[in-house]
Structures are given as C-alpha cells and as structure tokens.
C-alpha cells in the first residue's frame, strides 16, 4: 500500500493542475492598469469630429469606457447587452471606437443602436495601446479619481454586469459621495 | 539549347531579385532602427496570437506595436525604456522571457526542482535494487545451525 501512495500523491497533484487549468482563459491576461491612472487622451468624437472627447473631462464621475469595432464580431455579440445596460442608465457609457473606418463605425450604430453617451475615434489605436488593448471588446470601469478599476477583457456578459460592474459602480458612487 | 538555358537561368534569377526586394521591410528606412526593431520584438509576445513573437505576427495589433516601438527608436529611447512602457501597459505577459519574480520562481526554478527530485529517486532506486540483491555469505553461526536443523531432520526420518 504504502509505494503506491506517493505516486498516488503525485498524480493527483498533476491532475489538480490540469484541471484548474482547463478552466482557465490562456487569453485573459491580468492587466497592469488596475487601481492606476487611465491614460489620458484626447480624441475626435466619432459623430462630430470637429468635437473631441478627453478622459480628463469625466474627472468626478464614475465611467464606463467600452473599446468597439465595427469589424469586430464579438462586440456584435455583446453589443445588444450594452444597449439594455445603457437604458439602465446605472452608468454613463463611453464608446472608443477602435482602429475602425468612419462610414463602417456610424452604419454599425445606424443599424445596431448606439448605447454610448459619445464614442471617441481611435482610429490608429494609439490610444488602446496606452489602455492595454488587445482584443475588442474590452470594457474599462473608472472612478472619480480617474483610476481604472475593473478591466473586462472580451464582451460583458450578463453575470459580469450584475455581480462585478453593477456592485462596484454603486461601491465607488457610495463612497464618491460621502 | 544552351542559349536557351541562359535565358532561363536569367529570367529566374531576374525573378529571385524580384521576390528579394518584396520582402525587405516597408519603411526600412533606416537599417539601424530595423535590426534594433527585429531584435526587441523578438523578446516580446504578440498578445493576440499568443505563441507568436512580435517580430513573426502579423496580426494587426502585432503592427501598431511594432510602428510604436519603431517610433520610440527614433525618438531616442532605449531598449529598457521601451520594454518598460510595453509591460506598463501589457504586464509582464509580453514579455517572452519572463523576469525572476517570485511569481514567475515556480516558472523558472520549477524544472530544476523536478529534475533534481527524479535524480534523487532515480538514485534511491538503483540504491535500494543493488542492495537487495546483495548476496550475503552464510557465517559459521548459520552454517551451524543448517546443520543442526539438517541432522535433527534425517534423526526424525530414521525414528
């Protein structure tokens, strides 16, 4: 019995490991951002560009900032949520309309909805590489201060809206006011 | 026929010279900012297809990455400057050779931690074979006693 335990130790080990692993995403890749000041920038607004949008202005609010493409096939997928979400009106949301042409970006609003407050048009993606981007969509959550505090890394789904976004909004609204 | 050969053999080196010139880098302008270019983006990960390195994908981010990195070249930025606004953005992940964190102990000193422990049992199992299969001779005490044992079982067959 005895020389059979610790291979027996071993192997279960093993298969601990894989089996966490099976369930992990090798895609999510833990941001360096969180709980550090959103990169600043200021961009054309993709309606009216001769308008721009900066991040600096949103300075006291708690905000969402959504990365979208109109080539992007999952923000398809995560965009009819977004439009339920925006009508909740729990938190303003902000569009950054990632390395996309004009005519495409306005037609997938045209046909789709626009839940955004406004999207700001990134179209080099200079700044979705200062925020970390690399995939669309990703959701950032930020506070009053500016810092991010949540960063979603594909569509939001309904079960990370009601147990991670809704909560810290209202956490970081609550403590915003006192 | 010989003439004709030489035309061939013309024409496809024309034709190598072609595809030699299509692959050199778009906006190589400048070789210097090139070959630095090509060897930092091979220390970096393409983080949308992630086995590959910055300098192999061509996948759209891999390409803004490498006109930022290609821009803070010629801005006069160095190697660890532009490593560290990459990780400030990307984390540690875009890096291909992880740096020694504790985090990243288990990465890096792991394999040596199992290659020692498989030669501490390997040499425990050749250890422990050898000795079981020592032969140890019979001293005068066992010898004694076989016979004893021997004597006092022929008596029992003759009684």
Known sequence: MGRYLIPLVLFMVLAGFLFVGLNRDPHEVPSPLINKAAPAFTLPQLKDPTKTFSAQEMRGKVWILNVWASWCVTCRDEHPLLLEYAKTRAVPIYGLNYKDQRPDALAWLGELGDPYVLSAADVDGRVAIDYGVYGAPETYVIDQSGTIRFKQIGPVTPDVWSKQVLPLVQDLNRKGNQ | ?159
């Open chain 2, 1 to 159: 026929m010989k003439k004709l050969l030489l035309i061939c053999f013309v024409i496809l080196s024309l034709a190598v010279t072609v595809v030699a010139w299509d692959v050199r880098p778009a906006s190589g302008d400048d070789p210097v900012v090139e070959k630095r270019l090509m060897d930092l983006s091979k220390e970096l990960r393409c983080l949308v297809c992630q086995n590959e390195t910055l300098a192999d994908s061509q996948a759209g981010l891999a390409e803004d990455l490498r006109r930022e990195i290609r821009e803070q070249i010629k801005a006069g930025k160095s190697d660890q400057e532009i490593i560290s606004f990459l990780t400030q953005r990307y984390g540690q992940f875009i890096l291909y050779r992880p740096r020694v964190t504790p985090t990243t102990y288990l990465l890096w000193f792991g394999p040596f931690v199992l290659l020692i422990g498989g030669l501490v049992v390997l040499f425990r199992y050749i250890r422990y074979n050898r000795d079981s299969v020592k032969e140890e001779p019979l001293n005068s005490e066992d010898r004694r006693r076989a016979a004893e044992l021997l004597a006092s079982d022929s008596r029992k067959e003759t009684a």
